[in-house]
């Protein structure tokens, strides 16, 4: 009895260790990548029609505003310190409803500035649509608007 408890056990480490590994390898983590579509369960209905949405956000580069890592990594720095990776992005309805919830990818310092971009699903079909990051405020987007990449650009510019 105690043998086939802990056979039973380690079976079901083996599997838990197979399905984090799984995980670990399909987590978005680069530019290359950016982060996947995620859409919370309970606010979709099965056969509700989605809505493929995607931004990115500009962080300037003057002194004071970005954190640089390894090359070409970097993040936002003092009173942008909330933008970074992961840092989250809320799509809602017309009334203010959240239907989507998704997070930043890894920041890359480009000639632009600090770049950050996003994915997500949401439910088709709102006349309009509300996008905030980070707690950034939210701004305001029609259908058509929401079917290009939303742009949010922050903090001083170079050039």
Do not use: N
């Not at 984090?20 to 390898?25: R, S, Y």
Request: glycine letters at 12%; aromatic letters at 6%.
């Amino acid at each position: 009895m105690v043998k086939v408890v802990a056979v039973a056990a380690g079976v079901a480490l083996a599997v838990l260790a197979a399905v984090a590994a799984v995980f670990v390898v399909l987590a978005p983590d680069t530019e290359a990548d950016p982060p996947a579509p995620l859409v919370q369960a309970s606010q979709v209905a099965p056969s509700a029609a989605l809505l493929d949405v995607s931004g990115r956000v500009v962080l300037g580069t003057w002194p004071g505003q970005v954190e640089y890592g390894d090359h070409p990594a970097c993040s936002g720095k003092g009173e942008y310190a909330d933008i970074r990776q992961h840092a989250q992005v809320v799509v809602t309805d017309a009334a203010g409803k959240t239907i989507g919830v998704g997070k930043l990818g890894t920041g890359v310092h480009t000639e632009e500035g600090c770049v950050f971009r996003w994915a997500l699903a949401v439910p088709a079909g709102h006349d309009f649509y509300g996008v905030e990051v980070a707690h950034r405020g939210l701004s305001r987007y029609s259908t058509a608007q929401m079917s290009l990449p939303v742009e949010l650009v922050l903090g001083d510019q170079a050039g």
